[in-house]
């Protein structure tokens, strides 16, 4: 599902009003999640998956400096930040995951994110597979979100499809990247990129989008009407998280 949209300061790409970063030849960063049909996975596995591998992108060293995805990375981040989420099986998972990218595993999702190319110039191979058909469900309520990781809290009143809420979730992921300095952004790394993906009760809603917590602000193209999706609540404690590895792989 495409989203265009996250923002609060000045200076964020992610502002629903024009600007300059409009006029900037506009990229996409492609995520592909694993929807096999006798196992997809769980909803908020998939959304917390999701978030996780947007941080890996964002933290692979071929993302920064002079890697090789540096800047297809920096052309992204300097026009509206896009990402958009599609589903694979089979034969079609095995194609996207021949393509340049990393796989990020959660406990039953995978999703696979790639280098951000142009709007209008998507790799065949990821653009014949579907945004549509992304409903999932989680076989059991989730636990309480771990108090002691970072939350990003879904906004109740608002019914996305998996995929729409995919997008949100890596949206709200980076805006908690771009806060933290680099030894919290290396914590957090160190962790697995420990998060939650939970949904708000209204009135814990009604606190967070007063607050000063980084909010993500849909545009309104797809889905819903424009305004907040996600909240995010506690990023400033990825400095005390466990150690733990990730599992991304290429």
């Known amino acids: 599902m495409s989203s265009d949209d996250p923002t609060p300061a000045d200076d964020s790409p992610f502002r629903d009003e024009p600007t300059a970063r409009d006029t900037a030849r506009q990229f996409v960063l492609p995520l592909v999640v694993r929807i096999e049909k006798d196992a997809p996975p769980a909803r908020t596995d998939a959304l917390e998956t999701s978030a996780r591998a947007v941080l890996t992108m964002l933290s692979d060293e071929r993302s920064l400096g002079d890697g090789v995805w540096a800047q297809a990375m920096r052309d992204w981040q300097d026009a509206r930040i896009r990402k958009v989420v599609r589903r694979a099986r089979g034969a079609e998972w095995r194609r996207a995951e021949a393509l340049p990218g990393i796989t990020v595993t959660g406990r039953s999702a995978e999703v696979r994110v790639f280098p951000p190319v142009p709007l209008d110039g998507w790799p ?127």
């Open 124 to 250: 065949k191979d990821l653009a014949r597979l579907q945004v549509s058909g992304t409903d999932l469900d989680d076989p059991e309520p989730p636990a309480p979100a771990d108090p002691a990781e970072p939350v990003l809290w879904l906004n109740p009143e608002l019914d996305m499809s998996a995929g729409k809420t995919m997008a949100q979730t890596g949206h709200g992921a980076q805006l908690a990247w771009w806060e933290l300095s680099e030894k919290e952004r290396t914590a957090w790394r160190e962790s697995g990129f420990a998060l939650s993906v939970r949904t708000a009760e209204p009135a814990h809603w009604g606190e967070l989008s007063v607050s000063e917590v980084p909010l993500v602000r849909d545009a309104g193209f797809t889905e819903i009407a424009p305004g907040l999706t996600v909240a995010v609540e506690g990023h400033d404690r990825v400095g005390a998280l466990p150690q733990r590895a990730a599992d991304p792989s290429d």
